[in-house]
């Protein structure tokens, strides 16, 4: 119950989540850097605009994971994710929100290249170059050095969650996806084409939605935990939680990239692995495994 999404309480953003024209910032920048500081700060959240993941890329991505949800369940079911899958196989998933008649049933597929193959590697490699650049300047916004975070992080691990709710007669009683905070550094989400509002963010605790802006391209990006866990003493940067509400005509497809450390690296009282085996069960629970791995400063700004 507690969990119902209360549409009458939503209110709407008195202004939208910032837009950082990425053709624009630059190091010396200071403006531009100011603003990513305060969208950080004080978001958690912003859309990214003028950067050039082709059109192309992201209307094949979208049309092979229409392509699969049109697959007969039958089909789906030859590709099941492993059981308890606690193995780090989760990376690339598809997970299909709620079904009619709204009935929460979060089934999650690994993306097979069966199916994604090359689309999803090309789309990978330019979210991979953004989210690079995107660190370089938080770390910059932060007064560190543009490459701390690679240093710390190793080779990232990237992986790709899509994420499909179907239209649903009753929004008001069930969430597309329950309140969470992202395990990633940073995630880029793309709303897809077209797109309906779904996502909301928790904004001095009170859920607002992003709306998706006009403008062709644009990505959402959000602080994930191992980029608040480094920096969050002294109020940093917040890995801010959000979910995902339905729409009763519209169906909704999200393709979401977790950007992440490697494995291996230590984070507070956890490696990387270990955190990101925590967090990954279908059950998306608060920010209760940003608990666990809570730790001293590990970065002073
Ligand atoms: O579909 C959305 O808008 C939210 C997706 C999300 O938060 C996630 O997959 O972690
Ligand atoms: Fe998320």
């Not at 009619?100 to 689309?119: M, S």
């Not at 995630?187 to 859920?207: A, F, H, N, P």
């Not at 956890?270 to 809570?294: P, W």
Request: include cysteine.
């Amino acid at each position: 119950m507690s969990e119902r999404p209360k549409l009458a309480a939503i209110v709407p953003a008195p202004n939208n989540i910032p837009i950082i024209d990425l053709s624009k910032l630059s190091e010396g920048d200071r403006d531009g850097i100011m603003q990513l500081k305060t969208a950080c700060e004080e978001w958690g959240f912003f859309q990214v605009v003028s950067r050039g993941i082709g059109p192309s890329v992201v209307e094949n991505i979208t049309n092979v994971a229409k392509d699969f949800i049109k697959l007969p369940l039958e089909e789906k079911e030859k590709y099941p994710m492993a059981p308890g899958n606690q193995k780090l196989d989760w990376c690339n998933m598809f997970a299909l929100g709620v079904e009619p008649p709204c009935i929460r049933n979060l089934k999650l597929w690994p993306l097979k290249p069966a199916h994604f193959g090359e689309t999803l590697e090309v789309y990978s490699r330019e979210i991979r170059k953004l989210c690079k650049d995107l660190l370089w300047y938080i770390a910059v916004s932060l007064g560190l050095k543009g490459d701390v975070f690679e240093e710390m992080f190793g080779v990232a691990v990237q992986a790709v969650r899509m994420n499909y709710y179907p239209p649903c007669s009753r929004p008001d009683l069930v969430l597309g996806l329950s309140p969470h905070s992202d395990g990633s550094a940073i995630t880029v989400l793309q709303q897809g084409k077209g797109s309906s509002v779904g996502l909301q963010i928790l904004k001095d605790r009170k859920w607002v939605s992003v709306q998706p802006i006009p403008i062709p391209n644009a990505l959402v990006i959000n602080i994930g935990d191992t980029i608040e866990v480094p920096t969050n003493y002294n109020g940093r940067y917040k890995s801010v939680e959000h979910r995902a509400v339905t729409q009763m005509e519209q169906d909704r497809l999200s393709i979401v990239t977790f950007y992440s450390p490697r494995y291996e690296v230590e984070l507070g009282r956890y490696n990387h692995g270990d955190y990101t085996k925590h967090y990954v069960s279908d059950k998306l629970q608060d920010k209760r495994t940003l608990e666990f791995a809570k730790m001293e400063p590990e970065i002073s700004t």
